[in-house]
T-cell receptor
Framework: QKEVEQDPGPLSVPEGAIVSLNCTYS??????FMWYRQYSRKGPELLMYTYSSGNKEDGRFTAQVDKSSKYISLFIRDSQPSDSATYLC?????????????FGTGTKLQVIP | DGGITQSPKYLFRKEGQNVTLSCEQN?????MYWYRQDPGQGLRLIYY???????QKGDIAEGYSVSREKKESFPLTVTSAQKNPTAFYLC????????????FGQGTRLTVV
């Protein structure tokens, strides 16, 4: 079993839809949770960064962490064609620096105009 | 502009040849990392460096080598011992050991022909 599981998609939605992207994990020590967006043939860029449980909102993006269920989500409201990309979740226990970050495989999202 | 520069963007290598991928950052970050990204797999750590003249193996270091002679530079050599080198290679940097936020370069696509 992988430490972090993420549905690879692809996920196709119409423009304006609410998108829900999810990851599950098995390591209960994880307490730092990140979402990266990666456009085709580009490097990932950090979208959201959350510590422990709860919600964090930034514009159209909301990150949600449920540590009791070992489940994290990224919601995108009013999705745009420019949101079409692969979204990677990443997480760590915070004790070992970035070399200890575990990445999901990524979910490919396509927003159709 | 501050950031991480990887070069070249595309690289072709004949079997049996060594090849070096360049990574330069002007963010004044102490820590630098090399990842490999393959379809259907999360980012996998090859090598990381926390400080100049020091580096550590990651999860898949076999067939790779690195150096860290300058804070700004962390080149990766893919040697002929790497059995399956065709992949997308990503360089990243972060402020320090305990930081869990990293910035990525735009990647180098290596193809063995």
């Amino acid at each position: 079993q992988k430490e972090v599981e993420q549905d690879p998609g692809p996920l196709s939605v119409p423009e304006g839809a609410i998108v829900s992207l999810n990851c599950t994990y098995s390591n209960s020590a994880f307490q730092y949770f990140m979402w990266y967006r990666q456009y085709s043939r580009k490097g990932p860029e950090l979208l959201m960064y959350t510590y422990s449980s709860g919600n964090k909102e930034d514009g159209r993006f909301t990150a949600q962490v449920d540590k009791s269920s070992k489940y994290i989500s990224l919601f995108i409201r009013d999705s745009q064609p420019s949101d079409s990309a692969t979204y990677l979740c990443a997480m760590s226990d915070g004790t070992g620096g970035y070399q200890k970050v575990t990445f999901g495989t990524g979910t490919k999202l396509q927003v159709i105009p | 502009d501050g950031g991480i520069t990887q070069s070249p963007k595309y690289l072709f290598r004949k079997e049996g040849q060594n090849v070096t991928l360049s990574c330069e950052q002007n963010l004044n970050h102490d820590a630098m990392y090399w990842y490999r990204q393959d379809p259907g797999q999360g980012l996998r750590l090859i090598y990381y460096s926390q400080i100049v003249n020091d580096f550590q193996k990651g999860d898949i270091a076999e067939g790779y080598s690195v150096s860290r002679e300058k804070k700004e530079s962390f080149p990766l050599t893919v040697t002929s011992a790497q059995k399956n080198p065709t992949a997308f290679y990503l360089c990243a940097s972060s402020m320090g050991v305990v930081d869990t936020e990293a910035f990525f370069g735009q990647g180098t696509r290596l193809t063995v022909v």
